[in-house]
Antibody, heavy 126, light 109 residues
Framework: QVQLQESGPGLVKPSQTLSLTCTVS??????????WNWIRQPAGKGLEWIGR???????HYNPSLRSRATISLDTLKNLFSLNMTSVTAADTAIYYC??????????????????WGQGTKVTVSS | ELVLTQSPGTLSLSPGERATLSCRVS???????LAWYQQKPGQAPRLLIY???SRAAGIPDRFSGSGSGTDFTLTISRLEPEDFAVYYC??????????FGQGTKLEIK
C-alpha cells in the first residue's frame, strides 16, 4: 500500500520560494499508475487543490496560483516536489500530498484521493 | 470555472439523528468523479464516497451518497460520536481541474 510523507521548512520568508517534498513508500513513483497531487488548507479554512503530475511529467495546476507553482518528480529518490515562488502570508497553510490510481489503470480503485500524507504546516513570515 | 457549493455551512445534530449534507455544482458533471471526504481536527481528509454513491473501503454503511447532474447528497443515517467533523465534496475531472466545496461542519447539538 502506497504511503506518503511530506517534508520541508516550516517557515518561509515573504517573496521567497516555498519548497516541499512528498516521499513515496510502498510503491514506485515511476510505475505510471498514479496521479501525484498537492493540496493546501489555510488554518480554519477549506481545501484548495494546487496541482498534479503524472509519471510522464505532464502536470496541471490550479489557475488561481498564476503559474507560481511547479510540481516535479524525482524517480531516483521516489518523491515528488512542490515549488511555489513569490510567497506571501496568504500562502500560509497546511500542505498535503495525495494520490490515486484511476480505475482504468488499477482495477477496483477509485477516481478520488484515497491516499493522503499527514500534512506539513508552512508559515510565511519575516 | 466549476464551483461546488455545500450547504449548510454548519449542521448541529445529536448522536443517533440523520444528517443530510448537500453539494451543488455550478454545471452538470459526471457523477463518476464526485467524491466526499471527512476531516477531523489535526488530521488529513479521509475518502468516504467516490463516484457519487460508492463507499470507499472500510467506510461504515451508515454513510451513503446520492445525486446526479448538479445536485449531490451525503447522508449519514444514524450519527455516531465519531462522525462529528467537517465534510467536503470534490469533483475530479472538468478541464483537468480538481475542485473542492467549501465544507460543511457537522457539530454536536
Amino acid at each position: 500500500q502506497v504511503q506518503l510523507q511530506e517534508s520541508g521548512p516550516g517557515l518561509v520568508k515573504p517573496s521567497q520560494t516555498l519548497s516541499l517534498t512528498c516521499t513515496v513508500s510502498g510503491g514506485s513513483i515511476g510505475s505510471g499508475r498514479y496521479y501525484w497531487n498537492w493540496i493546501r488548507q489555510p488554518a480554519g479554512k477549506g481545501l484548495e487543490w494546487i496541482g498534479r503530475i503524472y509519471t510522464s511529467g505532464t502536470s496541471h495546476y490550479n489557475p488561481s496560483l498564476r503559474s507560481r507553482a511547479t510540481i516535479s518528480l524525482d524517480t531516483l529518490k521516489n518523491l515528488f516536489s512542490l515549488n511555489m515562488t513569490s510567497v506571501t502570508a496568504a500562502d500560509t497553510a497546511i500542505y498535503y500530498c495525495a494520490t490515486y490510481c484511476p480505475p482504468g489503470v488499477c482495477p477496483g480503485s477509485y477516481d478520488a484521493f484515497d491516499i493522503w500524507g499527514q500534512g506539513t504546516k508552512v508559515t510565511v513570515s519575516s | 470555472e466549476l464551483v461546488l457549493t455545500q450547504s449548510p455551512g454548519t449542521l448541529s445534530l445529536s448522536p443517533g439523528e440523520r444528517a443530510t449534507l448537500s453539494c451543488r455544482v455550478s454545471q452538470r458533471v459526471s457523477s463518476s468523479y464526485l467524491a466526499w471526504y471527512q476531516q477531523k481536527p489535526g488530521q488529513a481528509p479521509r475518502l468516504l464516497i467516490y463516484g457519487a454513491s460508492s463507499r470507499a473501503a472500510g467506510i461504515p454503511d451508515r454513510f451513503s451518497g446520492s445525486g446526479s447532474g448538479t445536485d449531490f447528497t451525503l447522508t449519514i443515517s444514524r450519527l455516531e460520536p465519531e462522525d462529528f467533523a467537517v465534510y467536503y465534496c470534490q469533483h475530479l475531472g472538468t478541464s483537468l481541474m480538481y475542485t473542492f466545496g467549501q465544507g460543511t461542519k457537522l457539530e454536536i447539538k
